[in-house]
């Protein structure tokens, strides 16, 4: 079996199947392109050109080169053109009936020696190749839209995939300038089962009332570094993409409580309200551009009150010295008096559980995420609770905005936006860890290159502090009594060791 597939067989040429021939012609191999609707496959040929055309135009492709590549495509008619074919990848819709009855076309069809692929994205490969009578060359090959910018591959087994199967897919992925990472054969595989932890969470967040969706994202965004945040992430994807892949990963693992999918997202896909290719989601968007709902001006206040810092405060040295360079009055005693506003940055708890179990009163208490180090944030996140007064709220607003910094007030909640967030996102790769579904490095590769993360999550759990992680998700679990919180046993493991890829894997 050639490694390079000189002849590929695409089947599908929506957008994953066009950018999937793209990269296919550039590696060099023949491409042909079948699709069902009349006038698609010359359409994606048009469209293909079109793209090497714009790299011509600004220089990044030669001329020469270009025309080669488009001598590389072809279009067909009928499926039986594809037979010559030494790798078929199928792209269409994402049904497993559909999926069944083609592959057992194109078996009967193609030499013994062709490799069949499917695209899918939340369908057990297994069950697409129980019909075949050979489905130890097919496998599971899943690509990232846009292809030709999304640079990783998942290459997955099926119970009965001969593993030279898969090690070439890997080689011929390397060849069209991807990176492939391999999976086991289960829900989501890699990328889609580890991005549970954002979006689906946040989700949480905002239908508990804690905040909205632009604050949600702005806190993700400038606390913890993310490019996008999760609603951005969505309206970019698309409900109707997104939901279908949360109710598919959630069914799949038998209603696993932390794949739960929001009946947020659920209403709003049933209302059209898909995100920019409807120009209206979480966001409305005019041209493509979002308009994101203003920040919330930084309250005047005529008379700060001192402030006092619970002794249980997280990172409490780093928030006195802030409190100080910001020039507040602290207090020092071991109570605060009456008239002070306190502070507390608690991992995990709701500020109303911080105010009874360290007998604060909680009309002047009013907590504040620490998780990360403040000096490397671009925003400062506050939380009230249901008796916070409103001057104590806004004493406290005024006061961590006096040196520019961004600071978004939440209500009460089981631990702040980031932190639930980041501990979600950690938990579940320590369980992909645990499951065996990938390696670690093919993990923390998939999510950064798949999700553009700015940390793998284990990487993540080791920059913010495994012990951090752990005690966020425990008393998630105290408050909530919810399973979803429950640590993963890896993470449990190596919690006290660190999630470094450095250490030894067991």
Known sequence: MNTLYATVGVVGVGAMGRGIAQIAAQAGSAVRLFDLQPGASNDAKAHIASQWEKLVAKGRLDAVMADAYVSRLSTVETLTELSGCDLVIEAVIERLDVKQLLFSELEALCSPEAVLVTNTSSLSVTSIGARLKHPERFAGYHFFNPVPLMKVVEVIAGLKTDKTVCGQLASYARRMGHTPVLAQDTPGFIVNHAGRGY?????????????????????????????????????????????????SIYHQYFEEPRYRPSVITAQRLAGGLLGRKTNEGFYQYDDGKPSSPPEAPVPQVTEMPPVWVSPRASRRADLLMLLKTLGAKIETGASASPQALTLVAPLGFDMTTVAVVERLDPARTVGIDLMIDDAVTKRRVLATNPATRTDMRD??????????????????SGGFVTQRVVASIVNIACDICQQGI???????????????????????GDRYGPTNVLEVLFNMQTVYGDPRYRPSPWLRRRGAIGLSLMQVEN
């Open 395 to 412: 004493a406290a607003h005024a006061l961590l905005s006096r040196d520019g910094k961004p600071v978004s007030v939440i209500r009460d």
């Open 199 to 247: 979006g689906t969470e946040a989700l949480r967040i905002v239908s508990e009332g804690v905040a909205d969706y632009a604050t949600v994202d702005r806190i993700l965004r400038d606390q913890a570094g993310f490019k996008l945040g999760p609603f951005e992430l969505m309206d970019l994807t698309g409900l109707d993409v997104s939901h279908p892949v949360m109710e």
């Open 438 to 460: 990938c390696t670690p490095k093919d993990l923390e590769t998939a999510v950064t290159l798949g999700l553009g993360y700015p940390l793998g999550p284990l990487a993540m």
